[in-house]
């Protein structure tokens, strides 16, 4: 079977360092093993409008700051077909048909859909085009044929949206569409990074985020400011791993060799958390640790990106011939999906001979 990447990100702001470790990072690596014969890489806008419906200047300015970030990443057009949602209309039209196989209630159960609404105060008044986005990713995912979807742990519940609809479609209609399966980070730390403040999730909407292209004088600020262990008092105090974002940001981060480089007098990090647990080490010392590695991990990318800002247009040219592309797969697997829903009336010539048949008995 073919193996193909699907994934994607709204272009709501510039990405940080919780999409990397949760998708970004990952579908790099993926592309570049070669292992796949298909890899697309989606900015949603039609997705962020559902919930930005009176702010499009945003999502349109957005857009480019989304792109840049995926080229500065190591995403590679001539390797992964970078596209703008709203540019393939076939989406649309599958999830118009997808609507019919899914229930209100199904919908009103979805966890991810749950606390986003409530994040967003949305109350009573919830955009039906908010409301009814998973069925949109559904066709997004199964509009390019995607065996393998690589995003966090918030993205579960539309994952298991999406095969459900993959199966009564198929069960309805016949064998048509593929079964994409998850690819959840493989790190704990890395499934839904906290933001800087502990919060559960890092997230553009909640203002606690490092975003990749950020300088490093910004960097070194939020991770000084970071939340640990409020009982962490004293040097000597023990302190708590748990709930403590500078060690979750390391368990995300840190790679061995940045202990000869950074922190000589520890072995790795298994011993740093060690010590930090018995007391006697300092909270600042440990920052100031996670800071050297941030700023490791971020400056070839901020460079990257420094460089593919000095010619924009040639963006929008990636991103128009990324968006040709898609629309085009798109429209086969939507001539596919009508002609299992028996839609595809002009071009079925037994359906036109067997009603010539029919009025002329
Ligand atoms: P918004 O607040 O506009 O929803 P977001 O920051 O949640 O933005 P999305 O565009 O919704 O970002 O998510 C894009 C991808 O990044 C998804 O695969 C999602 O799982 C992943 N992702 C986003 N935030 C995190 C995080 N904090 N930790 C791990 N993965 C994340
Ligand atoms: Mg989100």
Redesign the pocket.
Known sequence: MRKVML????P??KL?V??Y???LRRRVELQNTGDFDDIFIMI?DAQ?LTDNADNPEKVRQNIIEVALDYLACGLDPAKSTLFIQSQVPELCELSFYYMNLVTVSRLQRNPTVKS?IQMRNFEASIPVGFFTYPISQAADITAFKATTVP?????MPMLEQTREIVHKFNSVYGETLVDPKILL?ENEA?????GIDGKA??????NNCIYLSEEPEEIQKKVFSMFTDPTHIRIEDPGKLEGNTVFTYLDAFCRPEYFPEFLPEYKDLDELKAHYKRGGLGDMKVKRFLNNVLQAELEPIRNRRKEFQKDIPAIYEILKKGSEKAEAVAAETLKDVKAAMKINYFDDMDLIREQSEKFSE
């Open positions: 994934t994607g990100d709204r709501t702001g940080h919780g999409h470790v949760g998708s949603a962020a986003e995003v966090g742990e918030d993205q980070p890395c499934m839904r990074l906290p999730k890092m997230s553009k909407s909640l």
